[in-house]
Nanobody, 123 residues
Framework: QLQLVESGGGLVQAGDSLRLSCAAS????????MGWFRQAPGKEREFVAG????????RYGDSVKGRFTISRDNPKKTVYLQMNALKPEDTAVYYC????????????????WGQGTQVTVSS
C-alpha cells in the first residue's frame, strides 16, 4: 500500500499562487509515477499534471500549461504542484495519485489516491 496525503490548499484571489504538496508513505515512492487531478462540483475528475518516477518526463493538462509546475523529491517522498496565476476556474478539490505504469492522464490508470485538498480561487 501507498498512502498519500495532500496539503497546501486554501482560499486565494485570482492571480495568486499556491503550492500543493503530497506526502507519501508505505511502499517505495520512487518507483511510482505521480499525478495531480482535480474535480469541481458537478464535473468529472480532470488531469492536471503528471511526473515520471525518475523526474525525466512531465505532462500537463491544457488548461494549466504554462501556469502550473509539477515536481518531486524522492528522498522526501513528496510531490509538489506549484500553481501560479490562479483563476476562478481552477477552483476544485485537488488530488494526488500514484501508478506504476507511467505518466498517463486517465484517472483509471492510478492505483493510489489521496483524500484531496480544496483550492478556492475568488475573482
Amino acid at each position: 500500500q501507498l498512502q498519500l496525503v495532500e496539503s497546501g490548499g486554501g482560499l486565494v484571489q485570482a492571480g495568486d499562487s499556491l503550492r500543493l504538496s503530497c506526502a507519501a508513505s508505505g511502499r517505495t515512492f520512487s518507483k511510482y509515477a505521480m499525478g495531480w487531478f482535480r474535480q469541481a462540483p458537478g464535473k468529472e475528475r480532470e488531469f492536471v499534471a503528471g511526473i515520471s518516477w525518475n523526474d525525466d518526463s512531465t505532462r500537463y493538462g491544457d488548461s494549466v500549461k504554462g501556469r502550473f509546475t509539477i515536481s518531486r523529491d524522492n528522498p522526501k517522498k513528496t510531490v509538489y504542484l506549484q500553481m501560479n496565476a490562479l483563476k476562478p476556474e481552477d477552483t476544485a478539490v485537488y488530488y494526488c495519485a500514484a501508478n506504476d505504469r507511467g505518466v498517463v492522464p486517465h484517472p483509471v490508470a492510478y492505483d493510489y489516491w489521496g483524500q484531496g485538498t480544496q483550492v478556492t480561487v475568488s475573482s
